[in-house]
């Protein structure tokens, strides 16, 4: 099973090293030593922490649906032509790009600072390591 270092799950939770310590102070997750004697943490610990940790944001739209894969976030940019649009959302640390119709823009009134929910209905999802 993989570790982290300290330094790899504050990136990973984008937090400070410092936070990551006080996570492991308390008890919220337990870190061993690697050879080099740097502190680590499990990736199978890790994992169930951040699923245990995971907070959905609600969705606003108030709208029952299959999908399971929504993001709730704000826009942040939009680039429009005459037919087609990029809409750039951030939600929480990620950022989601949608390419939609530009009349789509428009009726749903998408600009910077607008809180939308992006909803992924895919049949493939690719899953690559380092």
């Known amino acids: ?41 499990d990736g199978a610990e890790l994992a169930a922490f951040a699923k245990a940790g995971a907070t959905e944001v609600p969705d606003p739209s108030g709208v029952g649906r299959s999908a399971r894969n929504r993001f709730v976030g704000l826009v942040t940019d939009v680039v429009s032509d005459k037919v ?13 790009v949608s390419l939609m119709s530009t009349e789509a823009v428009r009726e749903l009134g998408l600009e910077p600072g607008v809180l939308a929910v992006a909803v992924v209905k895919a049949t493939q999802v690719v899953v690559e390591t380092p």
């Open 1 to 41: 099973m993989p570790h982290y270092r300290l330094s790899e799950v504050a990136r990973l939770f984008g937090v400070s090293d410092d936070t990551v310590r006080r996570w492991v102070d308390s008890g919220q997750l337990s870190a061993g030593r690697d050879s080099g004697g740097r502190a680590v943490v």
């Open 84 to 96: 087609m649009s990029q809409v750039e959302l951030q939600c929480g640390t990620q950022r989601v």
